[in-house]
């Protein structure tokens, strides 16, 4: 019964939600972005963020964007797995962020510029699964072939004795009640300068300050079988304990075979009662970030930047925790990579501007908050008494991950300009990395939108993003006893619709 634990961790812990870009960081920044989608070597306001080092080309003055993007993602669980009524079953989730909003300063003074920026830099959104999750449900229906096998021996022994099979054994289905609820926000305020060191090349040096909160509030209660006896009519509904319990006032049975379903019995009310978790994680981090610009001419722009490793360690902060996953004060690592941004910008004509990105992320070098367990499922403590063991993503990442993009705007007149954009991201994971509470998948991402210059202090941009995720077939193994294995296969599916708007303006 030690997968029931198993069954407490995946409903009631999450990872953070993913909204785009990284495998745990947002790279969605700007209205700008999301009609482009490839902004790595702007020298508008949002380079701020997409490129410090640009905001050397900016005139003199004051610099601001404000932008807000509503997010909607579909993601898509089914499993083969024998032992779920109604196999194979498809778990239909919905993430939903429609407050997303990203906000930049900048000042230029001649050769220097200081800049600001506030964006959610990780998470910003969660995930709503009405139906459950296989993770919630595998552990429970597998009551039913669990206990069939404990109890056919017994059937099997009485009507060797008697002739009679009592069929307490014929366990004909399950129930339970699984509700969760989390969030996950890493906010991020930046603080960079930037430097002409002549009209061609800029550099420039900053910091964004993370500050991370998860929430996790949920409940398992109501965990029932459909029995051959007592408990509800018609259907013989009751808890698994109480049905052990039944079996073992038949008169008939010896004392030892009386114990050992009263044992069981009491296990199983430990490990399928109403359990509940209220826990909150909290922590911050600093990002090292760096860049450089190279303004080759009118036509050609190229830029690099450099974002470092951010340790993140969030502690628990918690009011209930019956599944013992939350102890209170507790510290665990939730990392943001550091990536490697290269951009270049061209304008072959002065109407068209034509932009390529690529992003490389640093993936293994991070811990995302994958750590070890024991037999029970229950989180492995290091020796320091308040931290827990984790696991280096070098088990869970083949390759580090990466994105190829590709953006091109039209002036049609001065005033209004439309623009399109592709991306492609490649995860670089395996197998072991996905689970039905955090999974990544390669995509392919389409987006357009336009651009309008109220002169010139002020533009607005808005833009739609479409990102088509390959789905991923997964094999996987339920160990229903130490003897016994059952194969299945877990098919992941997503879908992300954006829409974004945002306004630029200078003084």
């Given amino acids: 019964m030690k997968k029931l634990n198993l069954l407490l961790l995946t409903i009631l812990v999450s990872s953070p939600v993913l909204i785009a870009g990284g495998l745990v960081t947002n790279t969605n920044q700007s209205a700008a972005w999301a009609r482009l989608l490839s902004r790595h070597a702007s020298y508008g306001v949002d380079a701020v963020y997409f490129n410090p080092a640009g905001l050397a080309l900016l005139g003199n003055g004051l610099h601001l964007s404000i932008s807000n993007q509503s997010i909607f993602q579909t993601q898509q669980i089914t499993s083969s797995y024998p032992y779920i009524t109604g196999t194979p079953k498809m778990y239909e989730g919905t993430v939903t962020a429609p407050v997303f909003p990203s906000i930049y300063v ?36 597998s009551l039913v072939p669990m206990l069939y096998g404990s109890l056919r021996p017994l059937d ?22 699984a509700a969760f609820n989390g969030t996950s926000m890493y906010l991020g305020y930046q603080l960079g300068a930037t430097y002409a060191i002549n009209d061609m090349i800029s550099v420039a040096i900053g910091a964004r300050y993370v500050m991370a909160t998860n929430t996790y509030e949920g409940s398992l209660t109501g965990i029932t079988i459909d029995a051959p006896y007592g408990g509800t009519a018609p259907d013989g509904t009751q808890t698994p304990g109480d049905y052990l319990r039944r079996v073992a006032t038949n008169p008939a049975l010896p004392a030892e075979v009386v114990a050992g379903l009263t044992a069981n019995a009491d296990i199983l009310d430990a490990k399928t ?54 102890p209170d004060g507790a510290k665990s690592r939730a990392d943001l990579p550091g990536m490697i941004s290269l951009g270049a910008q061209l304008k072959p004509i002065p109407k068209l501007t034509a932009n390529l990105g690529f992003t490389y992320y640093l993936d293994k070098s991070a811990y995302y908050g994958n750590v070890e367990t024991d ?20 088990s869970t990442i083949d390759n580090n991950m990466f994105e190829i993009s590709a953006g091109v705007e039209y002036m049609i007149i001065d005033m209004v300009g439309i623009s399109a954009g592709y991306s492609l991201s490649n995860v670089g994971i395996n197998d072991q990395y996905q689970s039905d509470l955090s999974f990544s998948l390669n995509t392919n991402s389409v987006g357009g939108g336009f651009v309008i210059n109220l002169g010139k202090k002020l533009a607005i941009n808005a833009g739609v993003v479409y990102v088509m995720y390959q789905d991923s077939d997964v094999d996987e193994a339920y160990d229903l006893t130490d003897e016994i294995s059952v194969p299945y296969t877990t098919n992941y599916l997503k879908n992300t619709m954006i829409y974004a708007i945002g306004v630029d303006i200078s003084l």
């Fill in 156 to 177: 099997l022994a009485i009507e060797e004795g008697t002739g009679w099979d009592p069929g307490y054994s014929n366990i004909t289905g399950y129930d339970m009640n």
């Fill in 375 to 394: 037999a029970d499922g229950l989180p492995v403590m290091a020796e320091d008494g308040i931290s827990f063991v984790q696991i280096n993503n070098k």
């Fill in 106 to 141: 900048a000042y230029k003074m001649d050769k220097w510029a200081f800049s600001a920026g506030v964006n959610v830099i990780g998470g910003g959104g969660g995930a709503d699964f009405t139906g459950g999750l296989p993770s919630f449900e595998i552990p429970v229906a």
């Fill in 273 to 326: 009662g109403d359990a509940y978790l209220d826990a909150v994680q909290k922590g911050s981090g600093i990002t090292p970030i760096v860049g450089l610009n190279i303004h080759l001419s009118d036509m050609l722009n190229v830029a690099i930047r450099y974002e470092h490793h951010t340790k993140l360690e969030l502690t628990n902060e918690t009011e209930v925790d019956d599944v013992n996953m939350f």
